[in-house]
């Protein structure tokens, strides 16, 4: 009798490892493993990573590398959109967990899987991002959490996993680290607080660079596509071009405070070198090429955007309605911006684009006009100031 066939979400650490032994020997799955790379593994990490799946005897692993879908399908949105949760973080982890959730799916789909799991918790975002992935993408294929549903303690997988002759050093680290090509998370007792900050050796990247460097990053429709005036092979290759660049400087380092999928208040820190950076200096292309009103609806609509994303409404319709509306508005975006770059800090200098609309030809701004008069000044303002002066003279008393 053929064993029914699960697909995990694997990482390699204590939760997943606990979810194969348990899921294989205690439940009867032949399980097939999946780890998403959206950024944050090198080649000997995802090697070392395979090697764990095998010896844990799962059917098959393999690793997926969704960064270019990843890019064309979200960061290059978030980029048009200037996507900052709560004016503060690029939403580095939970745009990600889309894509690994939409490739474990895919996968599920390709090999007719019975069922999938994840290692999630009942205590995050991601429980609710991966599961309702699944609901739309697989419906009728039961989704398995153990860690969740047993609400099991390191201390209960490590002894579990014990008794199965797996043996690691499960210490738990002091902190907590995700990275992804749109920034890194960082979680630590700190974050557990509202007072305290991270400690320096916490942040992944270490300052190294302290001598103030001058750099120009090339848009293009909206995508960043080079810097100093050479373009990259691709805006992915621009993105970890610039993170090579800034990161050592310690740019892109904060704690993001906002509102979690179940309710609770949540602190993370992060540093996100290159996405604040492109965000920013995409934002000040866009003041000088688009109209004030394509700013004002671009802001609207970008928020909303980076609001479902988070909640893990990515597949819903009307995120392809945004998208559109958000790229539309990008055909103009064309430039360069200058930035100077300094320990803990980067200042955005000026730009340059064939479609400045800031153009002296028009007028220089208290200075002089060249389109209009005077007296087109002097009726133009009577007529704005005409229905508030209405309204005060039939209401002065």
Not at 49 to 77: D, F, S, T, W
Not at 161 to 186: C, F, H, M, P
Not at 198 to 204: D, M, S, T
Not at 352 to 362: E, G, Q, V, Y
Request: net charge negative; aromatic share 10%; glycine share 8%.
């Amino acid at each position: 009798m053929n064993k029914k066939k699960l697909v995990l979400a694997f990482s390699g650490g204590l939760d997943t490892t606990y979810c194969v032994k348990y899921l294989s020997e205690e439940c009867g799955y032949e399980v097939h493993t999946v780890i998403v790379d959206t950024g944050g593994f090198s080649q000997e990490e995802l090697n070392d990573i395979e090697q764990k799946a095998y010896e844990l005897g799962v059917a098959k692993h393999i690793c997926v590398n969704q960064v270019p879908k990843y890019y064309r399908e979200c960061i290059r949105y978030m980029i048009y959109g200037n996507v900052l949760k709560n004016n503060t973080y690029p939403l580095s982890v939970s745009a990600e967990r889309m894509f690994q959730a939409l490739a474990i799916a895919d996968y599920a789909r390709e090999i007719n899987a019975d069922a999938v799991a994840h290692g999630s918790t009942g205590a995050g975002n991601d429980q609710v991002r991966f599961d309702i992935v699944f609901h739309i993408l697989l419906p009728g294929v039961e989704i398995i959490t153990p860690i969740r549903d047993m609400k099991l303690s390191r201390e209960q997988e490590i002894e579990y996993l014990k008794s199965k002759g797996v043996q690691r050093d499960w210490a738990k680290a002091a902190y907590s680290i995700n990275k992804g090509i749109w920034g890194t998370s960082v979680g630590g007792k700190e974050t557990l607080t509202s007072y305290e900050y991270l400690p320096e050796h916490a942040w992944p990247t270490p300052i190294t660079k302290h001598t103030p460097e001058e750099i120009t990053l090339e848009f293009e429709k909206g995508e960043p596509v080079g810097i100093n005036g050479i373009r990259a092979a691709d805006p992915v290759a621009a993105i970890l071009w610039l993170r090579e660049i800034a990161q050592p400087f310690g740019i892109g380092r904060d704690i993001h405070v906002g509102d979690t999928i179940i309710g609770i208040k949540g602190r993370v820190g992060f540093e996100a070198a290159a996405p604040l950076i492109i965000i920013k200096a995409h934002h000040l292309l866009e003041k000088h090429t688009l109209t004030k009103w394509q700013l004002y609806w671009k802001d609207q609509l970008a928020n909303w955007y980076g609001t479902m994303l988070h909640e893990g409404q990515f597949l819903d319709p009307v995120m392809r309605d945004i998208e559109a509306f958000l790229e539309h508005t990008q055909q103009y975006v064309t430039g360069s911006v200058r930035i100077s770059l300094a320990p803990q800090r980067f200042q955005l200098l000026g730009i340059r684009s064939p479609h400045d609309l800031m153009s002296s030809k028009f007028g220089s701004y208290g200075e002089m006009n060249n389109t209009w008069s005077g007296t087109d000044v002097r009726g133009f303002s009577k007529i704005m100031a005409n229905q508030t002066m209405f309204h005060h003279l039939i209401n002065k008393s």
